[in-house]
Nanobody
Framework: QVQLVESGGALVQPGGSLRLSCTAS????????MSWYRQAPGKEREVVAT????????TYADSVKGRFAISRDNAKNMVYLQMNSLKPEDTAVYYC???????????WGQGTQVTVSS
């Protein structure tokens, strides 16, 4: 069973930075694009960033372009999300996710809370 465990969420002031980590197990991330999603209270879950298998390309939601950076370390089976210039509207639970095409299933971690507030 695919496992994804997020860490690094915290309370941070506006303008601050955080780095989220996602530790994957029971599958090899180098075979798959990896994504970060977030869900704010009362809102639908939305994709924040996706990184290709080779890390050569990444896509971002318009709301985080220029502030967030997704990266991966295939050797460590980990994915990261560097978040800079954080805003109160970035407050959400952040999830690491992978779509396993062989099973047609999207898997999620348990999420990590990011709160941006003064």
């Amino acid at each position: 069973q695919v496992q994804l465990v997020e860490s690094g969420g915290a309370l941070v002031q506006p303008g601050g930075s955080l780095r989220l980590s996602c530790t994957a197990s029971r599958f090899i991330i180098s075979n798959y694009p990896m994504s970060w999603y977030r869900q704010a209270p009362g809102k639908e879950r939305e994709v924040v960033a996706t990184i290709a298998t080779s890390a050569a390309t990444a896509t971002y939601a318009d709301s985080v372009k220029g502030r967030f950076a997704i990266s991966r370390d295939n050797a460590k089976n980990m994915v990261y999300l560097q978040m800079n210039s954080l805003k109160p509207e970035d407050t959400a639970v952040y999830y690491c996710s992978v779509y396993i095409f062989n099973s047609g299933t999207r898997y999620w971690g348990q999420g990590t809370q990011v709160t941006v507030s003064s």
